[in-house]
């Protein structure tokens, strides 16, 4: 895989601790943030329906349902962010939505996260004796020692996990003629593997589709290597004997040259979805702060992140906590889109493959098992 070559635009991370936003140092937004039990918190008009339950109930206060969930123009669209970005969506407002993703998309499909303490990826690696957990993915630490990431890349390869409705949700952006481009952090290879079409996807972190010498950049194919470390063995680049390692980028590294299209993509979004991620590493985190300052914003998160963390929220901001799953099906039932979804998901799944794609002019059948051969 090309590699761009700004310096730049580099991964970093200092050893053991991963990069905080500017977000969440910058001072002027630490004093804009309230803590969440100062009870200062309650400008409901901001709050998702779920935030305003969690903030009335830190209060002790109990939250009216009737207060919360009717709006006052006596519709059934639910007011907070789902609500209003439903109806927005409803209304025809969004056409060009960007997706920003991370490991929280595919923990329904069985693979953890990083960093979520306990069962995030990095609280799990004491096995394989690193001096901190993001060792594994140093581009240094890789070229003195590629056991520990090869282990690892055993468990990693993509292949024994299937898309969640999450993924089926995004791909349906698509076919609603929705997605202007997904721009994902995650490696596991389940967004091609669902149908979004490689020209609306950015696997900003690379993939396990192609390999190559990490010294040199020589390309070596994908399938021996692959066969090389599950038979643990190094696979050895045949112009320089560096070792050769799947494109996934490791800090240190450059991001792929499709990244960059964010340049365009980005100021041309009228929606941005945030989903599953933490936000904490750079320069991809930032790239959520590159929408038109007009452009409406929603985190789909366990927990609030990046910009998301301060207090208030800007305006066009939105975000509703908690899982991601039951988030984006309610977000897919005020679209009467849910049983859709559901279908193209069950066809897709069980193989048949029945689902006509109507984005898909010519009607072919709209299965991309072309993109399971990375697997
Ligand atoms: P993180 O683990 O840092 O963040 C995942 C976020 O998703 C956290 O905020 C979780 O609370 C949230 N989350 C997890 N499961 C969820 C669920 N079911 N519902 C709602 N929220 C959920 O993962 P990333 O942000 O993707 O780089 O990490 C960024 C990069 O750091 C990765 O690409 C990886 C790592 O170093 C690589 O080298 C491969």
Known sequence: MSKAKSSRDRRIAPPGVARVTRSSINPQDSQRTKPADSGLVDDLSLMSVSEQQAS???????????????????????????????RLMKLGRVRNIVVVAGAGISTASGIPDFRTPGTGLYANLAKYDIPYPEAIFNIDYFSDNPHPFFSLAKELYPGHHRPNYVHYFIRMLHQKGLLLRMYTQNIDGLEKLCGIPDDKLVEAH???????????????????????????????CTFCAGAVKPNVVFFGEDLPE??????????????????????????????VNTVKSTVPRLLLNRDPVGPFERRPLRRGDYMELGDLSDSVQKLAEILGWHS??????????????SYTDPSNSSGENSDSSETDSMH
């Open 340 to 353: 859709e979804i559901q279908d193209l998901m069950n066809s897709h799944e069980n193989g048949l493959c």
């Open 56 to 86: 009335l109930a830190r209060k002790g206060k109990s939250p009216s349902t009737k207060a919360i969930l009717s709006s006052p123009s006596g519709s059934s669209v639910p007011r907070g962010a789902l609500g209003t970005i439903g």
């Open 206 to 236: 690379g993939s396990f589709a192609t390999a190559a010498c990490h010294l040199c950049y020589t390309p070596y194919p994908a399938e021996e290597a692959k066969q090389a470390i599950m038979n643990g063995s190094v696979p050895i």
């Open 258 to 287: 499709k990244y960059f299209q964010h340049a365009e993509d980005f100021p041309k979004a009228d929606l941005l979805m945030i989903m599953g991620t933490s936000l904490k590493i750079e320069p991809f985190a930032s790239l």
